[in-house]
């Protein structure tokens, strides 16, 4: 059996626990202040804590927009021996900053290094940003 007390400014919580069997005089577990903090903070916390958890989830920054990015027209060029990234970025975009065109044909073509080989394919962006 259990029962709530109220006594003074903080309540109590107590059970009737028999010792062992047939060992007549229950005892009593009375629950202090620390112990309803404990009991009350704690899943206040992990309730909180979830909270964020979710809240952050769906208030994220990297979330997809509607926009598109600049699309740049492109030209197929397969390089000579001897051409560098550099040389074909001032050829087909001479307005244009090389070291801008240059890593824009390293994104466009996904290459792990600026180095290209004679014969090799590669999209060149030919026109502004």
Known sequence: MSTLHFAGSAPSLSFNIASRPGAGKPVRLHLTRRGWIVLVAVPLALLAAAALIVG?????????????????????VNVASGETLWTLAAEYAPERDPRAVVQEIVELNALASSTVQA???????????
């Not at 952050?56 to 197929?76: I, N």
């Open 56 to 76: 952050s989830f769906f208030t994220s920054q990297a979330q997809a927009t509607g926009v598109g990015g600049a699309v740049s027209d492109t030209v197929r």
């Open 119 to 129: 014969g090799q394919s590669l999209h060149i962006p030919v026109d502004a940003p």
